[in-house]
Every structure is written in C-alpha cells, then in structure tokens.
C-alpha cells in the first residue's frame, strides 16, 4: 500500500468519534450529512462494519418528518459556531435544522453492492432503506411543494457550498442583522483569507435567526425565506439518489415504492433540464424567488452528469467548458469558473479544487463518454492529494493544500480512486 494510502487510512481511524467521524478535528468537530456519506463510501473500502456504522450513526440524528439535518451534535465541543443552542432544535441527540446535498442513497447503494455477499450486509441494507425512503420523501414535500421537478436550497450551507459565486445576488437581498451573537471559531483555525467573509456569516446567521422563529416548521421556512435558490447540484445529487434508490427498493422495498421514485426521478429530470444554461455552458441555479438564472459557471454545475441527466449535446458542451477552464489552471476542477471575476483559488467554495466534487464530475464524464476528462480529474485529484495530503480543498493554480488539514472526505476520496 501506497504512503498516501495509508495515510488516508489513518485519517479516517484519526477522526472516528466512536462510530461517526468528524470532517476534521476542532475545525469540524461533529457529524455531517454529506461528509459522512462520502466517508462511509472511502471506510467501505478497507472496514464495511465500520462504514455501515458511519450511516448508522448519521441516521440516529434524522427527524420524524424525515429531515437528514446537515449537523449531529453527538458530543458538545465549543470549538464551532453555530452550536445546537443557536439552532434551537428539540432533536435528541441535538442536530441543525436545515439539511445537506443527499448523498447517502448513493453511499448505502455502492457498499450494498460491495458487501452484498458479506456478513449481515442484507439486514443492516434492510434496516437502512425505509429511513433513506422517508428522507427523499422529505425533499420533495418540504423542498418541492409545488411539484415543480426541482427542489429549493433555503440556505447556502445546505448546498454544502456555502460561499459560492453562484449565491452572491441572492444572499445581497439577505439582511445582515442577527439576534445571535456571532462568535467564530473558524477563523482561529485557518487563515480567513481562506474562508467566508464576515458578511457572509451575518447573513448566514440571519437565515439562521429566520427558520428558529418559525420552529423550524418545513412549510413556513419555505414561506418566510428570503434565499430560496435551484441549485443544480443538490438537484443533480438528489436524482442520483433517487436513481440508487430505486435500485435498493427492487430489493427492499415494494411495488408501490419503486413506482413512487420512478414518479420523482421523471420530475427531478424533468427540472433539471431547465437549469441548463446555454450561455454559460453549463446547468447553473436559478432564484426561485424571482425566476432569475445566475450566469456564472461553478463545479456544481457539471453535476448532471453524475446524475445522468444530459443530453449528448449537452454532455459534449459541459466537457468543452470544463476544457477550457483547464487552459486557465494547473488542477481540475475549480469550484469557479477561472476566467470569472470572482474566481479566488483559495476561498472557500470561490475557486479551490475539492475531492469530493471531482470524484462525481469524473463518475459523470465517464457515464457521459468523455473518459479522457474523467481521466485527467482523477489524475489531478490524485496528484493533489498526494503531494499536499488530504486537506480541505487545494488551489488549482499551484497545487497547495488549504483549509482544514488531515480531512476525512479527501481521504475517503483518495481511497476510492484507489480502489
């Protein structure tokens, strides 16, 4: 085994908390949503048990309603802002009260199928499935009211891209004023030049204050927000589910249920087709609020390839773009356009190389025959990793690793390139 190996290995050992890991120590110090889906898929590799525990875990913090919130406060730590007293919930154990991108369906598919054969793989399987039905139930009730074949992000840390370009216009209409002290912790950890700005926290923190005064009631948030943004990859991720769904209700679930996924499949792409963008060149989020489509390019808008959703001219277009980002930066694929005037390779979500997005843009070029692309992602996710370790993100134009350092998901990446 390879020292990067290895080292991933040992990141993931490092950060388990007793059955749930944390995205990294102090910086992250609790379980959320979409790391531990990524990080269940990287411990399948090496420890099934331990990664059907890590879905597990993660499931002991859904709600009745079947909300998957995006934070479990396992055990109290006060290294990180926003705490469960800010948010407010009545959840035992405490939890956040919004969500993330639903990648666990696709996380519980691809350890099914590997432990299958294995062990008591078919009653944990068993025992998952019926919370994984109520939660993609829950996006379509909660988040697509109408039924429009989209569902609403209501706030941009449910994106899981939390500073994005793509919100910049609507987040403007956001108030900055917060009934909640604002007290970081991030920015003791890592530089701030590499992380959201302070006004991005108030009207983080804002949204925050907005969803506790209605008890945090689906219907009423989704009435009350002033963010309410398509989002092409939490849409896209949210169809690939659906998608690996399916799979596991054929097995575990009945005719009725499977019909009823089918039913979200054909809205979700259905929808999706109406975030493409053509003078973008790529799928790119709209404002629900007043049906506006943001025109910048960011990673999250190759997603519909990993869903399996683009046609063959639009597959071919989205592999051009991502083309010509590459003439503009050494390491695929920037979280921003590179030729955009928000492009900054080290902040955050506005221009930094992330792990987990290229392992399912390359999972996409691949479906949607461009394996020479999908190739040279895997390739720079690789070189990235091994030459800064697993950190948080990595510049594309030089290779450095930034943010939070000895990164779960990044591992969990590394080891499924590997495998």
Request: hydrophobic share 45%; net charge negative.
């Amino acid at each position: 085994m390879t020292d990067s190996l290895t080292d991933a290995q040992a990141t993931l050992r490092a950060n388990d908390r007793g059955g749930y890991t944390v995205p990294t120590a102090r910086l992250y110090p609790f379980q959320w949503n979409w790391d531990s889906a990524f990080v269940a898929m990287g411990f399948s590799t090496f420890d099934e048990d331990r990664a059907w525990r890590e879905i597990e875990r993660l499931l002991q913090g859904q709600w009745a309603d079947g909300l998957l919130p995006h934070i479990v406060f396992h055990a109290p730590s006060d290294d990180y802002f926003p705490g469960p007293d800010t948010w407010g919930t009545t959840h035992t154990p405490p939890t956040s009260g919004i969500t993330q991108p639903p990648v666990l369906a696709t996380a519980a598919r691809l350890l099914f199928d590997t432990a299958m054969h294995r062990g008591d793989a078919q009653a944990r399987m068993a025992a998952i499935y019926p919370a994984l039905l109520r939660n993609h139930r829950w996006w379509q009730q909660a988040r697509d009211p109408r039924r429009t074949g989209l569902v609403a992000t209501l706030h941009p840390w449910e994106s899981g891209m939390d500073n994005s370009p793509a919100w910049d216009r609507a987040m403007a209409r956001v108030p900055t004023s917060t009934s909640t002290p604002i007290r970081r912790r991030d920015t003791g950890h890592i530089d701030p030049a590499m992380r959201p700005r302070e006004v991005d926290y108030q009207r983080f923190i804002h949204l925050v204050d907005c969803f506790r005064a209605v008890a945090w009631d689906p219907a009423r948030m989704f009435a009350a927000t002033p963010f309410r943004m398509a989002d092409p990859a939490t849409n896209a991720i949210l169809l690939r589910a659906e998608q690996d769904l399916l799979v596991l209700a054929q097995r575990f679930g009945t005719a009725p249920e499977q019909a009823e996924i089918a039913g979200r499949i054909a809205g979700l792409s259905a929808g999706i087709g109406t975030l493409w963008n053509n003078r973008v060149g790529l799928w790119t989020a709209r404002d629900l609020i007043d049906d506006t489509p943001v025109e910048v390019g960011t990673s999250a808008g190759l997603l519909a390839l990993f869903a399996r959703a683009a046609s063959g001219e639009q597959s071919a277009r989205a592999a051009a773009t991502l083309t010509g980002w590459a003439g503009r930066v050494r390491f695929l694929v920037p979280s921003t356009d590179p030729a955009s005037p928000c492009f900054e390779p080290l902040r955050y979500w506005r221009g930094p190389v992330w792990a987990v997005m290229n392992w399912m843009i390359a999972e996409g070029l691949d479906a949607s025959g461009q394996p020479e692309l999908a190739a040279r992602v895997r390739a720079d996710t690789v070189a990235l990793i091994d030459a800064a370790g697993p950190m948080e993100y990595f510049d594309p134009t030089d290779g450095k690793g930034a943010g939070g350092t000895a990164f779960s998901w990044t591992a969990a990446i590394r080891l499924l390139l590997a495998n």
